[in-house]
């Protein structure tokens, strides 16, 4: 059974401070690993990464992923309280047929305080 | 455009009733997947469907059922609720064999 297991569980930083969320997985037929940010309600999609797509950064966010020792890490630099949020690590197989299906792991909760 | 929509938001049962969900879709997405989040718990994969079909089963009772439109809405069922199907269930949409999967607020439900 595919797993995905994220470290730490929560983490409470101050504005302006630099963070690092870890993710690792087993997977069958791995296709890619997928980062969400979830506030209140919908997650919402930060970051695709896959064997042809191993770092990703968009502003202040990137990711990594390490194929060899099947894990990534999401960073966040210079924290601002929006950035408070549950981040959701995925994975996603290779299609078999047409399933599609996301194991997650559960969640790394993130504070950033004034 | 209008993103994944889901209805009702919230929801309150009691136990042995039964409940129907609902989801659209993103304008042109014919997948839909549908996950349970429990309480400080990541989302868990319940069903995926894709032109009306059921394409993937996640390790829940027969007690959870869907279906598909041909507008591609998706409607998820759940008989004899217990206290344990207390949770947020997602609803995601994507283009068929491709990522990322969109996800919509979710329906909030408790059993009481």
């Known amino acids: 059974e595919d797993k995905v297991v994220q470290s730490p569980l929560s983490l409470v930083v101050h504005e302006g401070d630099t963070v690092t969320l870890n993710c690792s997985y087993e997977?069958?037929?791995?296709?890619?690993l997928l980062w969400y940010k979830q506030e209140k309600k919908a997650p919402t999609f930060l970051f695709m990464l896959t064997s042809s797509g191993i770092e990703k950064k968009s502003g202040r966010l990137s990711s990594i992923l390490d194929k060899k020792e099947l894990s990534s890490i999401l960073n966040i630099t210079a924290t601002q309280t929006g950035d408070s949020a549950i981040y959701l690590c995925?994975?996603?197989?290779?299609?078999?047929?047409?399933?599609?299906?996301?194991?997650f792991g559960t969640g790394t909760r993130l504070q950033v305080t004034l | 455009d209008a993103g994944v929509t889901q209805s009702p938001t919230h929801l309150i049962k009691t136990r042995g009733q039964q409940v129907t969900l609902r989801c659209s879709p993103i304008?042109?997405?014919?997948?839909v997947s549908w996950y349970q989040q429990v309480l400080g718990q990541g989302p868990q994969f319940i069903f995926q469907y894709y032109e009306k079909e059921e394409r993937g089963r996640g390790n829940f009772p027969d007690r959870f059922s869907a279906r598909q439109f041909p507008n591609y809405s998706s409607e998820l069922n759940v008989n004899a609720l217990l206290l344990g199907d207390s949770a947020l269930y997602l609803c995601?949409?994507?283009?068929?064999?491709?990522?990322?999967?969109?996800f919509g607020d979710g329906t909030r439900l408790s059993i009481l």
């Open positions: 995925a994975v996603a197989p290779i299609n078999t047929g047409t399933a599609s299906k996301l194991t």
């Open positions: 997977v069958t037929n791995f296709r890619s």
């Open positions: 995601a949409s994507s283009l068929q064999g491709h990522w990322p999967q969109h």
């Open positions: 304008s042109g997405h014919k997948s």
